[in-house]
Structures are given as C-alpha cells and as structure tokens.
C-alpha cells in the first residue's frame, strides 16, 4: 500500500533563512508527488507535482522540491523564507487513483 | 470561475441525525472527491467518483454515502451521525482520472456531532 510520512509536525524558522520541509513516500511503481499548502481556515491550494523528468520541480511563490528515488523523497524547500508562508504543508502521492497526503508539517517563520 | 463550492461552512449535528454535505465545481471536471481532515491525520478519503454514475470508496468510507447524478455535483450523506464524524469536510476535483493532474479542493466544511 502506498503511504506517505512527514516526520516533523512543526518546522520554525527565521525569515530571510532556507526552509526545508521533509516528505519520504512507499510506493510500488513510479510515483506522482504533490504538495499542497493551507493556510488557516481555508481549503488546500497545489503548490507544485513531480511526475517525471528533472527531479528538481519548482512551483509557486519560490518554493520548489526535490525528488529523490533512491532515499523515496520529496523534501519541499525554498531559499529565504517569508513570514507569510507560515501555513501548514502536505505531502501526497497518487499512483492508483487515489490521493494519500502525509499528517502535515506547520511551517512556523518567524520575523 | 467559482472552482469548487461546499455549503454549509459550519454545522452541528445531534448523534442519530442525517445531513448531506453539498459540493459543486464549474470547471468540468471528471474527478471529484471528499476527504476529511482530523488533526495529527492529515486527510483521508472518503468516496470519489471518475465521472457521473461512477462512484468508488476511499480509505474511510463508513458511515457516508455518495452519488453522482451530474459533473457539477457531489454531495455526501451521512445517514446517521456519530461524534467520530466531527471533522473538516474537504471537497475536491480535477480534470480528469489522470492522477498526475492536481486537485482543487473548496473551503471546507466544519461539522461538529454531538
């Protein structure tokens, strides 16, 4: 079965330092790996997939993930954070029709 | 484009009571789901559907019906009410059952079961 784990509930950072925030996957085949944000009180909105190719991806507001198949990793960074990222981050991987998201990491940064 | 719609925002249900939680998305979507979201669980799913007439369950789909009469809409019952099911209700869709299309998911649902 394919699962998905994010070890670390809460990350905290500086503004201005690199964050990174840690999603390993189990999955049998080639996986198709998301992450998505939420913000307080809000739905999830897509911040970027890998599906195949170059294994660094970049998706929205400067964040970008880095796909790595021998340690089964999708680890989601960005260079210098901001105070308004703080949110909380999924990790998901869907390659049967299914969408499985990790427990979640909230992003703390703080100013 | 509204993308994906769920009514009501919040509700509060007694134990035994049924409801049905509305979603709707007017981007022709083929792929609609409902995941609920606990804390320190992240999201599960709970039914999903590739087209309409077409509906299948997800990981924790007890407790709750589904059907899908139209593209647009995807509502979920709950029969019967039980305080496991207080929860955030999350509606979603994509394109098409491709799975590397992303999800669009609505605001949520906040139910509270009594």
């Known amino acids: 079965a394919q699962s998905v784990a994010q070890p670390e509930d809460q990350v905290n950072v500086a503004e201005g330092n690199p964050l990174t925030v840690k999603c390993t996957y189990s999955v049998s085949g080639n996986p198709y790996l998301f992450w998505y944000v939420q913000y307080p009180n809000r739905g999830l909105q897509f911040l970027l997939k890998?599906?195949?190719?170059?294994?660094l991806v970049k998706g929205s507001y400067g964040f970008e993930a880095e796909f790595n198949k021998s340690q089964t990793s999708f680890h989601l960074k960005k260079p210098s954070a901001l105070v308004s990222d703080s949110a909380l981050y999924f990790c998901?991987?869907?390659?049967?029709?299914?969408?499985?998201f990790g427990t979640g990491t909230r992003l703390q940064v703080f100013p | 484009n509204a993308g994906v719609t769920q009514t009501p925002k919040f509700q509060v249900l007694k134990t035994g009571q049924s409801m049905t939680l509305q979603c709707a998305q007017d981007m022709n979507h083929e792929y609609m789901s409902w995941y609920r979201q606990d804390p320190g669980m992240g999201l599960r799913l709970i039914h999903y559907s590739v087209g309409a007439g077409i509906t299948d369950q997800g990981e924790v789909p007890n407790g709750y019906n589904v059907s899908r009469s139209t593209t647009e809409d995807f509502p979920l019952r709950l029969l019967s009410a039980a305080p496991s099911q207080t929860s955030v209700y999350f509606c979603?869709?994509?394109?098409?059952?491709?799975?590397?299309?992303?999800?669009?998911f609505g605001p949520g649902t906040r139910l509270t079961v009594l």
């Open positions: 890998y599906i195949t190719g170059d294994n």
């Open positions: 998901a991987v869907d390659n049967t029709d299914k969408l499985i």
């Open positions: 979603a869709s994509r394109s098409d059952e491709s799975s590397y299309n992303e999800q669009f």
